[in-house]
């Protein structure tokens, strides 16, 4: 290829790109000098842990920096244009049209108010590129292309009304509403089951090569990057670590800190003592059914959980994980059956539970970026739990959030006055974890806690977990679609299948073959560090699907 060729199919060229953010009255650089450049039809995958910068320099690559942030010097070009400085004109005409962005968390993109398919006119229509009948029948092919459920009609729903997969699903096709140039991924699988990554990234991936589109595609997941990426870009504290071709990264990374990214998971913790014959239940559920309005979304529920212990929860998107936690949350009263705490019968609805019971039991939600109220600094977060259930106030409060900062490995000094705007996605789950520890529970629901975290972070969590586990007797329901957490940290394991239980057991009968058909499924979609593992799977259930 000539000079000039490979000029023409640069489509972005970022250099010494500088960027800082404001933080306790003061600047302090976020990038630091980072060089990024990107062809037609090109995917680069930007990883590293919690707070390196991946998805500021994504940002920046659409001429947008977060609030509280600034670019501070170096140069974006876009096709040439250069966006540093760029009016906001000008890049609103390249927004949604030849630029578009799929947030990492979906519940906080989307408007609540409007439809699905409303919002994904939007842009096709804002931009003069289909009629809005035009694009009511385009988002029904990508829909049905993200392979969601009832695609002629799931549009017509608000975004509540979906699962969390589901809604992250109808983001990505949003975001391929016009047929951008250039797409950035921001976790976009992040709140999806194993099953749904599949089918999602082998359309994400699919579209992208159809209409020669760039990507940048960010994540904390090394496998998922495996299967996506033409090339990798490894960051650390807003300093590029190395690149190199994925498939060279994969089989000879350069680096120490690249070294310690690619190193498997080596938290196990240790097993729990057997549940002594006839011990009485922490928490029970007993034939528990629940409905969305007329949508049944849970049939017939029997778990019990022990104190001490952690059960997992896994399964599908839509599968009735989340609903079930709401239930016990007293967040969705059941149209039938009991849930039971310590022998004695919930009120079904948090309402009618006392204060001290409230307490007992407490939930560490998905989505960090929809649980904390923007508006709040780390210090009413974590004090307002102080206050209303401890009766914490002044120097007592300050001290015991100082120390809630520091269990979650978060400088209080550095921290505490933060808003949650000015904190990475993994810094905003954690103080999430340490609102919860305020109440001084029993019992936490864990939601997905660590799906939004670099896998080094997320061992910390989990080992955090652990500790406090056997330290002050905590029990966990630990909501996950990722096995690797479920093999580290749960003793029993609930399999969920559409508002229905398919199989339960310890961790052992849960991973050890023979398995059932659903479980099966579920263990053969962990991806694998493997850049050919995407095509295998998908080949051989092409091959397995009958004519």
């Known amino acids: 290829m000539t000079d000039t060729a490979q000029q023409d199919d640069l489509l972005l060229d970022i250099r010494d790109l500088r960027i800082e953010g404001r933080s306790g009255g003061q600047w302090h650089q976020i990038v630091k000098g980072i060089d990024l450049t990107l062809k037609r039809g090109e995917i680069i995958g930007l990883i590293g842990e919690s707070g390196a910068g991946k998805s500021t320099l994504g940002l920046a690559a659409m001429g947008y920096t977060k609030g509280g942030c600034r670019i501070s010097g170096g140069s974006i070009r876009f096709d040439g244009q250069e966006l540093v400085g760029a009016s906001r004109e000008q890049l609103r005409k390249l927004h949604g049209a030849r630029i578009a962005y799929v947030a990492q968390s979906a519940a906080a993109a989307f408007n609540p108010a409007f439809r699905l398919i409303n919002q994904y ?269 401890l009766g914490l106030k002044g120097r007592a409060k300050e001290a015991r959030i100082r120390e809630l900062l520091t269990l979650i490995e978060l400088d209080p000094d550095e921290f505490i006055d933060r808003l949650p705007a000015e904190l990475s996605g993994g810094q905003k789950q954690r103080v999430c974890i340490a609102r919860a520890l305020a109440a001084e529970p029993e019992f936490i629901i864990c939601d997905e806690i660590t799906s939004a975290l670099d896998q080094l972070v997320a061992e910390g969590i989990l080992r955090l977990l652990d500790r406090l586990q056997r330290e002050m007797g905590l029990t966990y329901l630990f909501i996950t679609h990722d096995l690797a957490t479920v093999r580290s940290i749960a003793d029993e394991v609930v399999v969920m299948q559409g508002g229905r239980i398919v199989e339960q057991g310890s961790k052992d009968e849960i991973f050890s073959p023979p398995h059932q058909e659903y479980t099966e499924l579920l263990l053969s979609s962990v991806p694998e560090m493997d850049p050919d593992w995407l095509d295998t799977v998908l080949a051989g259930r092409e091959t397995a699907t009958p004519a």
């Open 121 to 389: 006119c939007e842009a096709p229509v804002r931009h003069g590129i289909m009629s809005r009948a035009q694009a009511k029948k385009d988002a029904v092919q990508l829909y049905r292309a993200m392979q969601l459920p009832d695609p002629e009609q799931i549009g017509f729903r608000y975004p509540h009304q979906v699962s969390g997969g589901q809604l992250q699903r109808a983001m990505t096709a949003m975001a391929m509403a016009c047929r951008p140039d250039l797409i950035i991924f921001d976790e976009p699988t992040t709140a999806l089951d194993v099953t749904t990554q599949i089918e999602v990234l082998s359309a994400i991936r699919r579209v992208v090569r159809e209409h020669h589109t760039a990507a940048i595609y960010i994540t904390h997941d090394l496998a998922v990057v495996a299967q996506m990426a033409d090339r990798i870009k490894v960051l650390l504290k807003g300093d590029e670590v190395e690149e190199a071709d994925t498939r060279t990264m994969l089989a000879d990374p350069q680096q120490d800190y690249t070294k310690s990214l690619w190193a498997v998971r080596a938290f196990r913790r240790d097993p729990m003592p057997e549940v002594p014959q006839g011990e009485r239940p922490l928490l029970q559920l007993e034939g528990i059914s629940a409905f969305y309005g007329p949508q049944k979304v849970l049939d017939d529920i029997d778990l019990t959980v022990h104190r001490g212990r952690t059960v997992a929860v896994v399964g599908e998107s839509g599968s009735g994980k989340t609903t079930t936690a709401r239930v016990i949350m007293g967040l969705l009263a059941p149209t039938k059956g009991v849930v039971r705490f310590e022998g004695v019968d919930l009120p079904a609805t948090s309402r009618q539970r006392a204060p001290t019971l409230q307490r007992r039991v407490q939930m560490i939600h998905q989505m960090a970026d929809t649980a904390l109220n923007p508006r709040h600094r780390i210090r009413e977060v974590i004090g307002r739990p102080l206050e209303f259930f």
